[in-house]
């Protein structure tokens, strides 16, 4: 049962992402669906949900809206750069976040990365070291807003009460 709800759930991804209906683009889309899910269905949907499984998709699902538009705000700041280039201020800004899970710390760094203007360039533990194109997208590091809903999303402890932000020379 589980992997046919796996199943279903692949192959209407695909078929909303390939927009091909025809018998070759539907069969492939079966074919990948079902080996997909024969080898991975309890990865993608374990049999015993947690509580905190749940709570944690929940929150995902919530900040993904957020996320989106932090990236759109930092794709409008990356325009006014290009029309503005003195205000490019390249800067390196290094932050302890205070992240205990590696995939809390794998998503706050891919987060930071795809907002345009910032680029995480290494993770030791929980230090952050990222370049920020801006004096204003520096500021949005060092205000530890993102790090805090990403320790929001994965149940984490206060993060922004253990941020140490360090400024690089």
């Known amino acids: 049962m589980q992997r ?25 889309g079966v074919a990948c669906s079902a080996i997909v899910a024969v080898f991975s269905s309890e990865l993608l949907l374990p049999r015993t949900l947690s509580s905190r499984t749940a709570v944690t998709t929940w929150r995902v699902l919530r900040h993904l809206p957020w996320l989106l538009y932090q990236i759109v705000l930092a794709n409008l700041h990356v325009v006014y750069l290009v029309w503005r280039p003195g205000q490019l201020r390249p800067q390196i800004v290094q932050f302890k976040t205070g992240l205990k899970s590696d995939l809390a710390r794998a998503v706050l760094g891919n987060a930071i990365t795809l907002t345009p203007g910032t680029i995480t360039m290494d993770i030791v533990d929980d230090e952050f070291t990222v370049h920020a194109v801006s004096d204003q997208a520096a500021r949005s590091l060092r205000s530890g807003e993102m790090a805090r809903r990403v320790g929001h999303v994965f149940l984490e402890p206060d993060v922004l009460a253990s941020m140490n932000i360090v400024p690089h020379p």
Do not use: E, K
């Open 4 to 28: 046919l709800v796996v199943f279903l759930i692949l192959f209407a991804v695909w078929l909303v992402f390939s927009g091909h209906f025809d018998a070759l683009h539907l069969a492939l």
